[in-house]
């Protein structure tokens, strides 16, 4: 029963709907079905009426016919017998009977009764009395009498026709009572079913479609008012069960927009402060105002309490604090006016919490790929812990911190290493040219303090001291050369110190020396751009101080991407004849073993025109090699 009524309740709107098409149905089947029954039951009444109307004038006629033979005394006339049968027939026709038949208890079947009767007992058998086989009664008196009959008769014929109207005009008000009540209540039924469409079925759809609009506008707060267990009420309910699913959906994305704004935000300012500590740490790996100003940003962002950053000892000796801000090292030395850490604590156990001070103090290694250089001691607010965007920061900002101590560390030692490079090349230089002049004039002197004691050999003594003046000279000249070399600063790129060189002979020799200097697709080494720079300049000084050139020129070309070519031309006298031999040709033979140092090939020679040309061959690494070690020595390279 139960299952039922939910069943009903769940198609209410539907149910009530046939109901009412079910009622008007109902109303009109009975309004036409009581019509039908009227106008059975009336069918005929008019054919009745007129016989039943049709009697009076056949009884007047039977009355004159009467009446005329008894005064013209006549007997048994044929048309009084036809007239009474004529009579007769129409009392009992078949409209009157079928009326009797259907209304047997009515008053005109009472009335009828009482005609017949009237007709049979008294009127009849006075028309027979006068049209029998008798005398004909006296004419006045039974005509008299006859016409009293008559009359009574036809005033009962009168009531009969009237009690027909009656009933007739009795069916036609049943009959339009009927419809009336019939179209009153489909009138009604109709009315109830438009109040209760309009209640059930059209302002619940208006509310949905209102609420539907304004949630479409963005309100999401609108809810349908009609709920239920009917067809709309469902739908109502499953719309404001959607509208609150799509209104947390709306608030959970919302809040995820936010989330997501917020992370974009940490995230671009974690990468600009990225950014910039990367460009300090690269731009200067070694000053301590790096690192604080990399400090200082990172208690910025992260909200630090304060920061702490030391590298670890180096042979025995004490930690370096790069910078602080929470006070100076705990781990000092024995002395407490010293600033410096006896140790750079936490290289045993980084990423760690510990208390210091009322702070959570969190322990993070300074390190690179090879190695670990120091640490950093960052105090948090008791109880706080980093996020972990924050740690993935922090990770990044140590390792690129770490980065920046091993490219510092390394350009020191490379700094060693090109220092010695630079004191093996003196040393050889010196070897090669005044330690060699030193010693051919420590053979000189050898061979003069054996001739100076026999005065007989004089002559040979002054050839001697000549000889020696001259290597005192030369190794004069070489030692100014050396001493102009090895102040040679490397200051600026390799084509302004070509410039620069060239401006400098230029000046000194008062001669226009053209530069034209192509390495777009060459790479140089430093060591490379030394040796080629030396080998310029005593091209350019044997230019000057031998050539009595007019102009110079210094042309510096990249072959393929593979090889450079060096030449140093005048338009001076050109090479001797005969190529002098001596001991003081120092300038070609270094220029000669810097190209072999450089893996090349170098040739003086007489240039076509008249001149000199002093000409330099050797392998070069390709450009891309050196983007990709300019990109090597610049992270910021890869970040951009």
Known sequence: MRRIRDALAKRSILLLVGLALLAVTLISVAGMSASVVVAEAIQGRGSAINVAGSLRRLTHRIASLVA??????????????????????????????????REPGSVFAATYRGVDAAWRLRLKPLFLEANGGGPPPSSAEYIEKMLVEVDAFVDQLNTLVAVLEQDTEASVGQLRGTLGLAI?????????????VHRALHRPLADLLGSATRFAHGDFGARVQHTGRDELGRVGAAFNQMAEELSKLYRDLEGRVQDKTAELQRTNRSLELLYHAIARLYHAPAAPETYEATLRDIEQILGLAGSFACLLPKHGGPAVVLASSIGPCRERGGDESVADCAACSGATAPWTYHREDGHDVLMVPLRDAERSYGMLRLALPAGRRLQDWQRQLLEALS???????????R????????????RSIIARELHDSLAQSLSYMKIQVSLLQPVLADPARSAEAGAILAGLRDGISSAYRQLRELLGSFRLKMEGDFRTLLANTVEEYAARGDLPIELHADLGGCHLTPNQEIHVLHIVREALSNMVRHARAQRGWVRIACIEGRELSVDVEDDGIGLPEVAEEGHYHYGLSIMRERALGLQGKIAVHTRVGGGTCVSLRFPVAPAAQREQSAADRNPLASIE
């Open 184 to 196: 009153a209540l489909a009138l009604l039924v109709v009315a109830g079913a438009l109040y209760w």
């Open 399 to 409: 390792r690129h911190i770490g980065m920046a101590l091993g490219m510092a560390r």
């Open 68 to 101: 005329a033979d008894a005064l013209h005394g006549r007997y048994r006339q044929a048309r009084v017998s036809a007239a009474i049968e004529h009579f007769e027939a129409n009392l009992q026709h078949p409209s009157l009977l079928r009326v009797m038949e």
């Open 411 to 422: 350009t020191e030692q490379e700094r060693l290493l090109a220092l010695q490079e630079e």
